[in-house]
């Protein structure tokens, strides 16, 4: 009996040195081999997290992996490199930039989708639907009307094929979240596994057939778009005009940097906000009163029945609507950091190469932070436009870039569809699905009627003058 519990208590220290977990709150700890995982989802230390430049970066073995993509685009990028690469792009993304150059397309792409639901009633898979019109939106945001819609269309396209085959595998979802696993793809197992015997840290993950071939393809295509336009006298006003004309350290940018931003700008520049609209559109079906409150604003707000950029600061309602919508379905479900040197935040010792796991989706539905967290309620944002809770877009320098786009884009966007049409839903999702996002599991599909348009009002009758 005795000689058993020696060999017990044998066999818990050997199992203590390979595996151990702690949990407290919103705080879990997990150590499997070599590798540390710290689960967090508590808001304030995944603030400082996002904010901390210094002591939190990318995971470096996930950086090269998509760096074959992708290149040294900004997502990619740290330190000083990223900094010079963010003061040229970010003129592009602020609100201002973004009410003038980007939004009127937005309206105009909109309005496009709408004649044509009109016409045809039946829409089926309005996550399609909505990624072809946001590709519109930045495929002419990055290139005008120098690239053909069937081009533009073909970028769009490559990439997705490249981005959209990352669905986790069956079952793997449950043994990640059992054992705590700080990656949510499978193709990072190989690392992973080396993370765990504690070498080849930084070492990148085999890389999938669809990025080497999406890269090659991308290549040719964007390298002849830039190209072409380097051959204009004078460049049009729009983002890749923009990187032809910067400058980095008294250079201009090389061609493969203008290729890597101008992918990541379509990478990064459509996705959140067709998620995001798919979703607003699910939960706004569901909620007709929240339709209502839409269209009565879009009825204060518009003149003559259409809508300007600079209408979105007076749509509260579609605001809180759209951001509501990525609360309760984050696009970007799940950041992870990989600690650059040790420190110590909110009583929480981190090392070197220690993995930072944060759940948006956890953190969006926390009882605490978000009261009746399960339902829709856009009502949550119109006193705290941005509550301390709310991190789709992350937080702090590294915020997302398109972030200004996407939550103008999507207000927008929503305010005009219900002005415009009623939905009838015909077949609704059955979930979610991750892949590098959070999509729909299943097509939500619609029937669209026109809804009657306010008449103008005839002036007052002029009677011309009499000839002299």
């Not at 509260?316 to 950041?335: D, G, I, N, W």
């Not at 930072?356 to 009502?379: G, S, T």
């Amino acid at each position: 009996m005795a000689s058993d519990q020696k060999k017990e208590g044998v066999l818990k220290r050997l199992l203590h040195k390979v595996y151990e977990k702690k949990q407290n709150g919103r705080y879990s700890f997990t150590k499997i081999g070599r590798m540390n995982t710290h689960n967090i989802t508590d808001a304030p230390t995944m603030r400082a997290i996002f904010r901390d430049m210094d002591h939190f970066a990318g995971i470096e073995f996930v950086r090269k992996t998509f760096k074959k993509l992708v290149g040294s685009a900004l997502i990619m990028d740290e330190g000083e490199s990223w900094e010079q690469m963010h003061k040229i792009l970010f003129p592009s993304f602020n609100p201002l930039a973004v009410e003038k150059n980007i939004a009127p397309l937005a309206l105009e792409e909109v309005n496009k989708m709408l004649d044509r639901w009109e016409k045809q009633g039946k829409v089926g898979d309005v996550e399609t639907e909505m990624k072809y019109m946001t590709g519109r939106v930045i495929m002419r945001a990055l290139f005008s009307d120098t690239v053909s819609e069937k081009d533009g269309q073909f970028i769009i396209d490559e990439i997705a094929n490249a981005m959209g085959g990352a669905k986790q595998p069956k079952g793997f979802d449950r043994i990640k979240r059992r054992l705590n696993i700080p990656y949510d793809h499978a193709g990072f197992l190989p690392p992973l596994a080396r993370r765990i015997l504690g070498y080849g840290q930084d070492k990148a993950a085999s890389v999938p057939k669809r990025f080497t071939h999406a890269a090659e393809v991308l290549d040719k295509a964007i390298y002849k778009i830039i190209d072409e336009r380097k051959k204009l006298s004078v460049q049009p006003d729009d983002i890749l005009g923009r990187l032809i004309n910067a400058r980095r350290d008294g250079k201009p940018l090389s061609d493969g940097e203008i290729r890597d931003q101008a992918i990541m700008v379509v990478v990064t520049g459509h996705e959140t906000t067709a998620e995001g609209m798919t979703f607003s559109l699910l939960e706004l079906l569901k909620n007709p009163d929240k339709q209502a409150a839409l269209r009565a604003e879009f009825n204060a707000v518009a003149k003559d029945g259409k809508l300007v950029g600079k209408d979105f600061n007076r749509l509260p309602k579609a605001q809180s609507a759209f951001k509501e919508a990525l609360r309760l379905h984050p696009t970007v479900f799940m950041s992870t950091r990989e600690v650059a040197a040790d420190t110590d935040l909110n009583g929480i010792h981190f090392q070197k190469h220690d993995i930072i796991r944060m759940d948006l989706r956890k953190l969006h539905r926390d009882p605490e932070y978000w009261p009746d967290p399960e339902a829709y309620k856009p009502e949550r944002f119109e006193k705290d436009k941005f509550p301390q809770a709310f991190m789709p877009f992350g937080t702090g320098p590294r915020v997302c870039l398109g972030m200004n786009m996407s939550l103008m884009e999507g207000a927008l966007m929503l305010s005009q569809i219900f002005s415009r049409v009623d939905l009838k839903p015909e077949k609704l999702p059955d979930g979610e699905e991750y892949y590098f996002t959070t999509r729909p599991h299943g097509t939500l599909d619609v029937t669209a009627t026109a809804r009657p348009q306010a008449e103008k009002k005839a002036g007052p009758a002029i009677t011309p003058p009499k000839a002299p």
